[in-house]
């Protein structure tokens, strides 16, 4: 299981941590995401992290924003968010899979966390 953790709300401007922990199952072997549901909208890829956490990936509103890390040791991955916008508002998903992709084909998804930003 995953478990998306480190939401809440925030000035625009702001920064939020958030954390995606593996239980029962070790991610330590697979690609880790993190996806944003706006309110009403269909979720969105917004970074991914390899494996051996040497390639990361963003997505076109986040970049020089948001940090994707993991910590192999804590079998947890983290989404550094900077400089929060309103439009990052949404809920924030972690998802493991077998490499990093835009679409949602990920094999384990966390229950997802609620960041609100606002203006």
């Known amino acids: 299981q995953l478990q998306a953790s480190g939401g809440g709300k925030v000035q625009a401007g702001g920064s939020l941590r958030l954390s995606c922990a593996a239980s029962?199952?070790?991610?330590?072997?697979?690609?880790m995401a993190w996806f944003r549901q706006p309110p009403g909208e269909e979720r969105v890829f917004v970074a991914g992290?390899?494996?051996?956490?040497?390639?990361?990936f963003y997505g076109d509103s986040v970049k020089g924003r948001f940090t994707v890390s993991r910590n192999a040791a804590k079998d947890t991955a983290y989404l550094q968010m900077n400089n929060l916008k309103p439009e990052d508002t949404g809920v924030y998903y972690c998802?493991?899979?077998?490499?990093?992709?835009?679409?949602?084909?990920?094999?384990?998804w966390g229950r997802g966390t609620l960041v609100t930003v606002s203006s």
């Open positions: 998802a493991a899979g077998n490499r990093v992709v835009v679409t949602l084909n990920y094999l384990y």
């Open positions: 992290i390899t494996w051996s956490g040497i390639e990361t």
């Open positions: 029962g199952r070790t991610a330590r072997n697979y690609a």
